[in-house]
Structures are given as structure tokens and as C-alpha cells.
T-cell receptor
Framework: AQKITQTQPGMFVQEKEAVTLDCTYD???????LFWYKQPSSGEMIFLIY??????QNATEGRYSLNFQKARKSANLVISASQLGDSAMYFC????????????FGRGTQLTVWP | DAEITQSPRHKITETGRQVTLACHQT?????MFWYRQDLGHGLRLIHY???????NKGEVSDGYSVSRSNTEDLPLTLESAASSQTSVYFC????????????FGQGTRLTVV
């Protein structure tokens, strides 16, 4: 299995500031992938960003970037220039290369952006 | 546009009843998954399928079953609903072997009374 740990139950950030949401993972696989999903209060799961274990560069998608530190087994999400609409639950998830598509989720971090 | 839809979105049922939650995707993805979401646990995998006639147990499969008779659908059945199965259920699909993104349905909120 793959264990995903999110140690921050809640985070607060002021609008326009950057925020980092922590995620660590534990796997013995060489091939794996890491995801971040956003879940707003409406409940849907929105894919944000993906990082493969063999990717040479950190993934970026608009205001989202993934700070991937393989040796430390961390895959932190960085949101630059926070917006009020970023307030949501954020989940880190991982999959193993040997188990196609099965995702293991962390418990989530509730992000609140204040004006 | 391709999509993945779950029905119903909300359901209340009584303990002991059989309940089936539907999941339909038009992505033509081989991989389909059912997760449940509970406070303090994130999402946990119930069952999954890598193709027609293929089904596998996830980490919390007791009391649930699935069947895959075509590519588009993976219905989840609660054989005899229990209060512990009150949860939000998510269906997801992904393309094989490219798994850089899993697409999620809108979720089904199930209450067992």
C-alpha cells in the first residue's frame, strides 16, 4: 500500500499571499504518482496537479505548483496569490505504478482564505 | 463532453435494505473505482475494476459488491445497508495505462437510518 500523510488539519492565509500545504508519502515502489485534489463546499473533487516519480521537474499548473522532494518523500502543494475561491478542502493522493489508478488519500487540509 | 455521472445524488434508506448506487462514464476509461468519504478518513477505496468482467476489492469492501458488464458502468451494491455505511460515495475513472488524472463523479450522499 501507499500511505499519504497530511499533518495540517487546517490552514489560514490572507488573500494574495502564497500558502504551502504539506504532504508526505511512504512507499517502497520506484514508480508512483502524486496528486492534489480540491474539494470545495459543494463537494465535487477537482483535480489540480500531478507529479510522477520519474518526472525531472516539479509540476506546475497556473497558480499551483508541486514542490516534490523525493529524498524527503514530500509533495507539498504551493498556491501562489491565494484567492477567496481557493477556500476548500485539499487532498493529497498517491498511486503506485503497479496498481493502475488506485488512489490512496490523505485526510485532507481545510484551507481558509481571508480578505 | 465526456463525463462521469452518479445517481442518485442523495438517498435515504433503512437498515437491512439492498441499495445500488449507479456510476456511468462516457470517457471510455478501462479503470473505474468506488470510494467512500468520511470525516477524518479522507477517501477510502471500496472496489475497483480494470475492465469488463474484472472486479477487485479495495481496503473497505465488506458489505459492498460491484459488477462490470460493460465499459461505461460500475454499479455499487450495498447488500444489507448498515448505519456504518452512511457516507458520501464517489465514483472515479481513469485511462489505462496513462493514469495522470482520475475523473470523479459528483458524489452520492447516502444515509442509512
Amino acid at each position: 500500500a501507499q500511505k499519504i500523510t497530511q499533518t495540517q488539519p487546517g490552514m489560514f492565509v490572507q488573500e494574495k499571499e502564497a500558502v504551502t500545504l504539506d504532504c508526505t508519502y511512504d512507499t517502497s515502489d520506484q514508480s508512483y504518482g502524486l496528486f492534489w485534489y480540491k474539494q470545495p463546499s459543494s463537494g465535487e473533487m477537482i483535480f489540480l496537479i500531478y507529479q510522477g516519480s520519474y518526472d525531472q521537474q516539479n509540476a506546475t499548473e497556473g497558480r499551483y505548483s508541486l514542490n516534490f522532494q523525493k529524498a524527503r518523500k514530500s509533495a507539498n502543494l504551493v498556491i501562489s496569490a491565494s484567492q477567496l475561491g481557493d477556500s476548500a478542502m485539499y487532498f493529497c493522493a498517491g498511486h503506485r505504478g503497479s496498481t493502475l489508478g488506485r488512489l490512496y488519500f490523505g485526510r485532507g487540509t481545510q484551507l481558509t482564505v481571508w480578505p | 463532453d465526456a463525463e462521469i455521472t452518479q445517481s442518485p445524488r442523495h438517498k435515504i434508506t433503512e437498515t437491512g435494505r439492498q441499495v445500488t448506487l449507479a456510476c456511468h462514464q462516457t470517457w471510455n476509461h478501462n479503470n473505474m473505482f468506488w470510494y467512500r468519504q468520511d470525516l477524518g478518513h479522507g477517501l477510502r477505496l471500496i472496489h475497483y475494476s480494470y475492465g469488463v468482467q474484472d472486479t477487485n476489492k479495495g481496503e473497505v469492501s465488506d458489505g459492498y459488491s460491484v459488477s462490470r458488464s460493460n465499459t461505461e458502468d460500475l454499479p455499487l451494491t450495498l447488500e444489507s445497508a448498515a448505519s456504518s455505511q452512511t457516507s458520501v460515495y464517489f465514483c472515479a475513472s481513469s485511462e489505462s495505462p496513462k493514469n495522470t488524472e482520475a475523473f470523479f463523479g459528483q458524489g452520492t450522499r447516502l444515509t442509512v437510518v
